[in-house]
């Protein structure tokens, strides 16, 4: 299914939308064949319902979209876009029929995302035949082409993060990135395997050593003048944990180990389609935390590249460092804003669950408009604490911090405070700990991969960065 609105037609089905408590008045004034058709097929317009009316001929004269009650689409994200996967394959007509639905315009353009996205599939290791879809016309008065970049990036994340890691090495997301810069006019330079020494970016490098497939930083550029804006995505294509080896279990969904970059790369894209006046910069630390007799080891210190030392107490919590020199790199050009994505911690999936991500930062201002922006595209974030009180935590005494704390309380925190000591000269900076995959179909987010906190940002930076 494509991920964009079908073209005008005049042939298009209505799509009347409907609420419960205007159900009544709606259905007084249709016909009589009409309201008993739709009595017969219990509908009571809740969310994502559909019911469809005849035309004498047999054929489908309009549709019925289901909207609920506020309470009830505040519930359940994208709730009206299950009907894209109901309605037989026609194009429609959304209708807002004044006695039917009172939907704002933020819900209105929800919908029709949730409708584009709804088309998505990742089919790359499985034949299947071409099948008619329903299409959806845009409805009046959204903006049609940002939607459709929007569903684009999202696409791009998905498909990322969905790809086993035997096809998306270091290498492959390299590639990646290099492919989206190639259709926007950005740059893209790589530093690989030992380079990584000489350009002093040694816990890229030491999280990688332990894998056949070289560590990278990749650095992405577009944009020549406006306020200097840089996405940080961690990288890890595969994680086993390294010599503190992860159990089976925990290991199965770690292709999705690089969803931070993935997102950042979404947001990127996202970003250049809009064509913002900023001059953007995206670095991906990228590696393969594997098990080798080069892997780093417990026990060993290292250096990084802001020159802080590191005790590693367990090398599975990697992602923090290959992000530490990412991070000390993008805040030497004191960006105006920094926002990292990562995969980060289980500890966050604890407090907050699959779909809250949680956002750390300083900032009140970035904060407010994160968590506003979020509840109005429907990309919720929460702002957790860079609580001052836990610095302690991540001083292990024999070097400068310590990449796993002991005791496991407050992981999620003591994770965040550890990269904020990498951030000192950006203007505004914000870390977003995701989860990345939706652990069962939804509407509009099938299971498997999927963004999280790219269209918070995408609307919120905007005014964050005083844009016109």
Excluded at 267 to 287: E, H, K, Q, S, T
Excluded at 351 to 376: E, I, M, Q, S, W
Excluded at 380 to 387: A, E, I, K
Aim: glycine content about 10%; proline content about 7%.
């Amino acid at each position: 299914m494509p991920l964009t609105f079908a073209a005008a037609d005049a042939t298009a089905v209505p799509l009347h939308a409907v609420c419960p408590q205007t159900l009544a008045g709606w259905l007084d004034g249709r016909p009589a064949a009409d309201r008993g058709w739709i009595e017969a097929q219990g509908f009571r317009a809740e969310p994502g319902e559909v019911a469809l009316l005849s035309d004498p001929a047999g054929g489908i004269a309009a549709a019925v979209l289901g909207c609920g009650s506020p309470a009830a689409r505040a519930r359940r994200r994208f709730a009206l876009a299950a009907a894209a996967t109901k309605l037989p394959a026609r194009t429609y007509r959304l209708t807002l029929d004044p006695d039917g639905a009172a939907l704002s315009a933020e819900e209105v353009a929800e919908a029709a995302l949730g409708w584009l996205l709804s088309g998505y599939a990742f089919r790359r290791y499985r034949a299947a035949p071409e099948r008619a879809v329903a299409r959806l016309q845009a409805p009046a008065g959204i903006d049609a082409a940002r939607l459709e970049a929007i569903a684009a990036a999202e696409a791009l994340t998905r498909d990322l993060i969905n790809t086993p890691a035997n096809d998306l090495g270091p290498a492959e997301l390299q590639a990646a990135t290099e492919l989206l810069a190639e259709e926007f006019g950005a740059t893209v330079t790589a530093v690989v395997g030992e380079e990584l020494l000489s350009a002093n970016l040694p816990l890229i490098h030491t999280v990688g050593a332990g894998s056949a497939r070289r560590p990278r930083l990749v650095d992405l550029r577009w944009g020549e003048a406006g306020p200097r804006l840089t996405l940080v995505g961690k990288g890890v294509v595969f994680d086993t944990g390294g010599l503190n080896l992860k159990p089976g279990n925990s290991m199965a969904l770690m292709k999705k180990d690089m969803g931070g970059a993935a997102t950042a790369l979404g947001l990127a894209r996202m970003i250049m389609a809009a064509g913002w006046p900023v001059r953007l910069r995206l670095l991906l630390p990228v590696a393969e935390n594997a098990v080798s007799g080069t892997a780093f080891r417990p026990g060993d210190i290292l250096k990084s590249r802001k020159g802080l030392t590191v005790e590693i107490n367990n090398t599975d919590a990697e992602g923090r460092l290959i992000l530490a020199d990412a991070l000390a790199l993008a805040d030497a050009e004191a960006p105006d804003a920094l926002i990292s994505f990562a995969t980060l911690t289980g500890a966050a999936r604890v407090a907050l669950g699959p779909d809250l991500a949680p956002v750390f930062t300083d900032d009140d201002a970035l904060a407010a408009a994160l968590a506003d922006a979020g509840a109005r595209v429907r990309d919720p974030v929460w702002r957790m604490p860079f609580w001052a009180p836990y610095e302690s935590l991540i001083e292990p005494g024999i070097a400068d911090l310590d990449n796993a704390p002991a005791g496991g309380m407050g992981g999620a925190i003591t994770a965040a405070l550890f990269l904020r000591r990498f951030v000192s000269e950006a203007g505004r900076f914000a870390h977003l700990d995701i989860y990345g995959w939706q652990p069962k179909d939804a509407p509009a987010r099938p299971r498997g991969g999927v963004g999280q906190g790219a269209r918070a940002a995408f609307e919120a930076l905007p005014q964050v960065l005083g844009l016109p």
